[in-house]
Every structure is written in C-alpha cells, then in structure tokens.
C-alpha cells in the first residue's frame, strides 16, 4: 500500500496543477467544491443536510460547517421543511449555480485523474485529510496576520466609571481611577491605545442623560480606530448597551462595553481578564455594540446582569454568544439565524428619547388602577414582565381591561416575560389572547433591558401608537427574533 504521505503528494502536486489554481480562486476547499457540484446533481438542486452527511460520510458537526460556510459565501441557503421542523433542507443558490458552471470546466479533468488514481474510500478520508490540513495552515497563517494587523490597531478606551474604576472611600467604594491608570495596571497590550475619561459615575446613577452624552462621545470621537472600549458600572450596563444600540444605529466599528464585579485595584479582580478581553473584541469583532465579561462577548441589546458578586455575572438570552475565549484565542460564532452587523451600514446618531416609561413586574394581587395613575402622572409607555408566555389576569383585578382601557389612551404596552429565557407568545393562551386583543405588544424573546429602551428610544422619535407596534415588528439590530 502507498504510504499516506505521498498520497497526499500526489494528490497535492494534481491540485498545484489545476484544481487547487480554480479553489483558491473561489475561496472554496474540495469539501464545500464537492457538496455544491452533489446539489447540483439532486432533483430540485437541493437536499436534506442528513443526505449530505450520508453521501460525503461525514458527521453532522462537520457537514454543517461545511454548509454555514457556504451559506456566508451565498451560494448555498438553508430553511427547515414544511413537513418537519426538525428536518433541514440545503438550496444551491443561483450564485452557487453559477459557480459550478464556471468552476466544472477547470475541475473535470482533474476529477477524472484523482477518481483513476483512489477509491472512493481512499479519495473520502484524502478529502478530510487534506482539508484538515488546508485549515490548519489556513488558521496558522491567519493568526500570524491577524497578530500583526492587531498590533497595529488603534483603540480608544472611554472611561465612564464603575466598580472597575472604584476605590475605598468613609461612604463605601465610589469611582476613583482614571482610564490611564486601569490601562497602567493592566501592563502592556499589542494595540495603540488613547484614553478619555468622559464620565466617573456608580452606574446606578447612570441615565438617559448619561445614555445621550456616551451616545454622542461615541459618535464624535469614533474616525481614526479600529474599535472603541467603554469601561462602565455592571448594574446597568445592559441597559446602556441595549440604548446605544437605538442610538447608534449603522455604528461602524466595534464598540466594547465592559467592567468587573471587583475593583481594579484588588488582587483578585476580574477587570484584568475583562478589560483585555474587551480590547481583543474590539480589535476583532465586526461593527455592533458589544459587552465582554468573563472571557465571552455577547450582543449588548441581549445581555442581562444576573448575578450581585459572581464573576458569570452577565449572560446573552436566547441567542448564544458572539464569540467565548477559548485556548485558541476568540473563537467568533455566527448561527445561520443570527443577526450578522453590516459591515457597510452608515452610521446615524439619534439620542432622542422618552425617559417617562415605566417597567412593573406583574404579581398576583396587582392593582390595575396603578397603570391608569402611571399614565395620569405623565408615563408614555409602559412595558409589563408578565406571567409565562405573557398571561395577564382578567378575575376580579383585571388587569386585561386596564390595559385596554390605557392603550385606548394611546399609551403602549409592551408585554415581556418573567422568565429569563425564551419568548412570549401571547396567542397560546386564553389570558395572553385576551391582553393581545385589547392590544397590548408582544415582546417576543427581547430581554426586558432591550424593550424598555427600545421603548424610550420609539416614543422619543415621535412615534405614535401603531408607530410602536410597527417598530417592535421589526428587528433593528439583532435585539429581537422575528419569525412571522
């Protein structure tokens, strides 16, 4: 038998020939060549991914990147199947059409050589070899260049505050340090950093105000780096990540909140590991608003603080992190149905907003007359945590109606759920069916930080009612999972 290294010899001085010339010139490995050329094939040139990884023999973790890779690329698109939600189905695009048409011409005598030359086996485990190996040096070589385009990125750090910035005072831990001296504490980084101290607040007592002027500092200062990190108090980061993502709209570069559940200062802080992996995010990442804590980065307007001291103190809910820091560096994750930032969006600044919103957690025994004295106090907008997928009660307290009555008003109501995680749904039972007729807005899988703000940030642009409910229809930067 041939030894497998000079198979692979072989194989490789036949794709130095011809073949390897046309992959690289289409960014496509043999794997992802071989699976658009197999849909090609199928009736209806698609197929379900369970027949891909039965014909390629591969394992569905593999096969599946092979198809979200081809997916980016746009030649290949994937949707569930009427019949049964739990069944996948891949589509060659007209691109990926397009691309076995130009690509077979340069490819077939090469397959005619490789097909005389090895099994069908022997070709299958080359295949996985070579495309191991092809990522491999394609990682190796990636690192190398993205160590040294790091190195040279420029990063403006804004510091607002927060515990990481808190020292000891008679009155308790009160912000103290400057940004130039979390940067000194924290040793060297591969990044060309400029500092600015725009704010030294607890974040407790940051507000819509506060909100604006970070909004603004961001817009303003943002031309001339390659990201910007924004040191900020844990108690109300998530909702400060959620509004700027509605403020700055298109924002074209990454923007990095984060901050530490234990003082810079300490010697077991966690701002170190926090504050460097929060520049790594925004010399990596593509544009968007981000937080970083405890070595994942997550999508502001899907955070929420849940732990008072726990260094896990923020998780992303109802969609997984965009990246976690791993032994290999920032390991960057995108789901087929995630929101993806355009890297081509203009970049608008909008800080107007409502701050006369309300947010009340439904309990039983809630008074409903509290909603119409909100709204007789001046409130615009209310978003209520209800039970579940969003049940309000109608016995004896009936909130159902007082809801009705209130929207009637043209005061919004967005309902949210209690529960931390998944959606609300307010057509699954009688008492969500009930709040949704009277008109109240459903919130779907948004976290209540992201549609309070949304909601300011509605009310601020004018909008009226239906306004409302339209905007809430809509996904504005990855806050929301529309499916309907």
Not at 28 to 36: A, E
Not at 74 to 99: F, N, P, W
Not at 137 to 165: D, H, V, Y
Request: charged share 25%.
């Amino acid at each position: 038998m041939m030894d497998l290294g000079l198979r692979v010899k072989k194989i490789n001085d036949l794709m130095a020939k011809r073949g390897n010339y046309e992959l690289k010139k289409l960014d496509l490995t043999f794997s992802q060549f071989h699976c658009l050329v197999y849909l090609e094939k199928c009736a209806g040139q698609q197929a379900p991914l369970k027949q891909l990884e039965k014909h390629f023999e591969v394992a569905q973790t593999t096969m599946a990147g092979i198809v979200g890779r081809l997916e980016g690329k746009g030649y290949v698109r994937s949707h569930l199947a009427e019949s049964d939600k739990r069944v996948k189905i891949v589509c060659l695009t007209d691109e990926g059409r397009q691309i076995c048409a130009s690509a077979k011409k340069g490819m077939h005598k090469l397959q005619e050589k490789v097909e005389l030359l090895y099994s069908r086996q022997e070709l299958s485990q080359l295949e996985k070899y070579l495309d191991r190996l092809y990522e491999l040096l394609a990682e190796e070589n990636r690192e190398a260049c993205e160590e040294k385009k790091m190195t040279n990125k420029k990063i403006l750090l804004l510091s607002t505050g927060g515990t990481i910035a808190s020292v000891a005072s008679e009155e308790g831990l009160i912000p103290g340090q400057s940004g130039a001296e979390l940067l000194h504490t924290l040793g060297g980084l591969p990044y060309e950093v400029e500092v600015k101290d725009i704010l030294s607040l607890d974040s407790s007592n940051i507000q819509p105000e506060e909100w604006a002027f970070i909004a603004e500092q961001i817009y303003k200062l943002r031309r001339g780096f390659d990201g910007i990190v924004v040191s900020h108090g844990t108690d109300t980061m998530a909702y400060t990540a959620s509004m700027l993502t509605f403020m700055l709209q298109g924002i074209d570069l990454p923007v990095v909140l984060t901050g530490s559940q234990v003082p810079m200062q300490a010697i077991l802080s966690d701002a170190p590991d926090n504050l460097r992996v929060a520049f790594a995010a925004a010399a990596t990442c593509k544009p968007g608003i981000y937080i970083a804590f405890n070595r994942q980065i997550m999508r502001g307007c899907r955070c929420v603080k849940i732990r008072t001291t726990g260094f896990d103190a923020f998780k992303s809910i109802n969609v997984d992190p965009v990246a976690m820091v791993t032994s290999d560096g920032i390991d960057i994750k995108h789901k087929d149905f995630e929101y993806v930032p355009s890297e081509h969006a203009i970049c608008t600044l909008n800080t107007k907003v409502e701050p006369q919103v309300a947010m009340i957690k439904l309990f039983p025994g809630f008074d409903p007359a509290v909603l119409s004295a909100m709204v007789d106090s001046g409130v615009k907008g209310i978003v209520i945590e209800a039970y579940g997928l969003g049940g309000m009660n109608y016995m004896r307290r009936n909130m159902v109606k007082a809801i009705g009555e209130i929207i009637k008003r043209g005061v919004p109501v967005v309902a949210c759920s209690q529960c931390l995680y998944e959606r609300t749904d307010l057509t699954k039972y009688e008492v969500g069916r009930a709040a949704m007729l009277e008109g109240a807005i459903s919130g779907r899988d948004m976290t209540s930080e992201s549609a309070v703000t949304k909601l300011m940030w509605a009310l601020g642009q004018g909008m009226d009612l239906e306004d409302v409910r339209a905007f809430f229809n809509k996904d504005i930067a990855g806050e929301v999972t529309i499916t309907d």
